[in-house]
């Protein structure tokens, strides 16, 4: 057991991911929501260079990387010979998997688990230590799912940049902005502290300083914010978590655990659904 189960159990549940069979718990503690903290709030942007800018500290909080380099070229290793081994069973196998071909896929599993473990390692310290440490935490309502759309597009109307945008794909889902949402969520009504979300239009093109909006303060995705107004000049990501702070203190935000564009909302039926086809009419002779 990693840890003492700390109250009543109320549900298990059984995985098993590459590294074997695990067991979790569903406790009842009667943890009750603790009074709040009165500590400094803090506006954070989540991004892709810099992982996580809190609007209080001066330098970002970078994730460290997932994978080693090591690492990196036994997965490719790793799947090149898979996909040999899968082809090969295809032609001569009648596509039933053998032996070896299911020792590649275990190998696989457990470089993925111990990627997808030190990932949530990174969120887990980030998320609690935001939580703790603060008052309030303003994010952006980032709809993830819109952000990491694909730009194939169709055969008559291909794509651009197809192969740039799913390496930023890749990139935006390996900082898991929903997972963080969804942690923060429940870890600042642990901790005292309230989590607030902001619209996040014109966040990175608005100056924390004057407040004026200009796509020119920012040109590209360059690492440097020059306000052509008032003249501040910050890194773009620190500024932008100084915006979404002052966001968050001006409208008192909204916290929501959906990340989808349109939330779906339950209509309850207005009557009892036919489970059964109506008799069908006798036809006259």
């Known amino acids: 057991m990693s840890r003492a189960v700390g109250g009543t159990i109320r549900n298990a549940t059984v995985s098993r991911d590459g590294n074997g069979w695990h067991i979790s718990f569903g406790v009842h503690t009667g943890i009750r929501p603790a009074a709040p903290n009165g500590k400094p709030g803090c506006g954070v942007d989540f991004g892709v260079c810099a992982s996580a800018y809190v609007s209080t500290e001066s330098a970002p909080r970078l994730m460290p990387p997932s994978l080693t380099d090591s690492e990196k070229k036994r997965l490719t290793h790793l799947e090149q010979k898979k996909a040999r081994q899968v082809t090969y069973a295809k032609k001569h196998n009648g596509g039933k998997y053998g032996r070896r071909l299911h020792r590649t896929i275990a190998g696989i599993g457990k470089l993925r688990t111990r990627q997808a473990n030190r990932r949530r390692d990174f969120t887990h310290r980030l998320t609690t230590d935001l939580a703790k440490n603060h008052g309030v ?41 929903g997972e963080r949402r969804r942690q923060l969520a429940y870890k600042t009504r642990l901790y ?10 014109h966040t990175s093109q608005t100056c924390a300083a004057c407040g004026r909006a200009d796509p020119e303060s920012r040109k590209g995705c360059g690492r440097l914010f020059a306000c052509v ?5 910050d890194d773009a990501d620190h500024n932008a978590s100084v915006e979404i702070e002052a966001r968050a203190r001006r409208t008192g935000g909204t916290v929501t655990n959906s990340t989808r564009s349109v939330p779906r909302t339950r209509v309850p039926a207005t009557g009892r659904r036919r489970m059964r086809e109506a008799p069908k009419p006798a036809h006259a002779s």
Do not use: Q, W, Y
């Open 137 to 177: 935490v303003g994010i952006e309502d980032l709809r993830v799912k819109n952000m990491t759309a694909s730009a194939k597009g169709t055969v008559e109307k291909p794509g651009k940049n197809v192969r740039a945008k799913a390496g930023l794909n890749r990139s935006i889902l390996d900082n898991t902005p």
């Open 192 to 201: 005292g502290s309230e989590l607030r979300v902001v619209p996040p239009f």
């Open 229 to 233: 107004h008032c003249g501040h000049e």
